[in-house]
């Protein structure tokens, strides 16, 4: 019985303030454009924001989408390369991936808007992507190479046996033994691509290339700098609800690939 009052205290706790902005959003406020009655009206003004909210939730799910993609295909070939072969620097190697997550990524900002203008993707959503693969990749790494190694060596020898080959193994036996590690990668890359600010802050200038969190707060002070509260909270309703239904749908897959890494360490 404590226990299942110490988890709902801790739910209530953490769920408190999406609960309230979702009340917020919806209940009358002065200054606002829902003024009387309990409505839509601070949606209504979300969604006729500057471009409109169609456009800033494109440019979102377009680096979410990127980031996720770009950063599962390199962090399994790297993962499987960390866990399953040996070569000169193997650790090294593996230890400096690592040693990314003791930078803060906004230092990096700087030069990374540099190194981008010479390519010709500065103020550009694909650049956004690439920079948040980035940053996603050390952990990713790390992830899934725990979780390569956690699958038994009797089942790529097996397929090995049977004519596969080294991709062959990846594809067909590894990929689906390690498919709750892909699955808790991918979350993690889609939150942080997604919910970011400060990274489009730097690198996109262009109000119609702005991502979802950027657009919320510009229109927080849209006018002399007057705080449109309702506006707001509609904004980070709209920003969580994607995070909150991914997260349901994919709790299961989500903890057992967190459960599988641990067992292994």
């Given at each position: 019985m404590p226990r299942y009052v110490l988890t709902g205290a801790l739910a209530l706790l953490f769920l408190a303030p999406l609960l309230w902005a979702g009340v917020a959003s919806v209940s009358p406020q002065g200054g606002t454009a829902q003024v009387d009655g309990w409505g839509f009206g601070n949606y209504q003004t979300l969604a006729s924001y500057q471009a409109g909210i169609l456009s800033f939730l494109w440019n979102s799910t377009y680096v979410s989408v990127l980031t996720v993609l770009?950063?599962?295909?390199?962090?399994?070939?790297?993962?499987?390369?960390?866990?399953w072969f040996t070569f000169p620097g193997k650790n090294a190697l593996f230890l400096t991936v690592l040693a990314i997550l003791m930078v803060p990524y906004a230092t990096l900002l700087l030069p990374l808007y540099v190194l981008l203008n010479q390519l010709g993707l500065q103020n550009s959503l694909f650049g956004v992507a690439l920079v948040m693969t980035m940053f996603q990749l050390p952990f990713a790494t790390f992830m899934m190479r725990i979780s390569f190694e956690a699958v038994p060596r009797e089942l790529v020898e097996s397929a090995m046996v049977d004519g596969c080959t080294t991709f062959g193994a990846l594809r067909r036996v590894l990929l689906p033994a390690v498919k709750p590690g892909l699955i808790t990668v991918g979350m993690f890359a889609f939150l942080a691509a997604w919910n970011d600010f400060i990274t489009p802050l730097v690198l996109i200038s262009d109000t119609d290339k702005q991502p979802l969190p950027l657009a919320v707060a510009s229109l927080r002070s849209q006018v002399m700098g007057v705080v449109d509260y309702g506006a707001t909270e509609a904004g980070v309703v709209v920003l969580a609800l994607p995070c909150v239904l991914?997260?349901?749908?994919?709790?299961?897959?989500?903890?057992a690939g967190f459960l599988s890494g641990a067992l292994k360490g």
């Open positions: 770009f950063t599962l295909v390199v962090s399994t070939l790297g993962g499987y390369a960390f866990a991914i997260f349901l749908l994919l709790q299961r897959h989500y903890v």
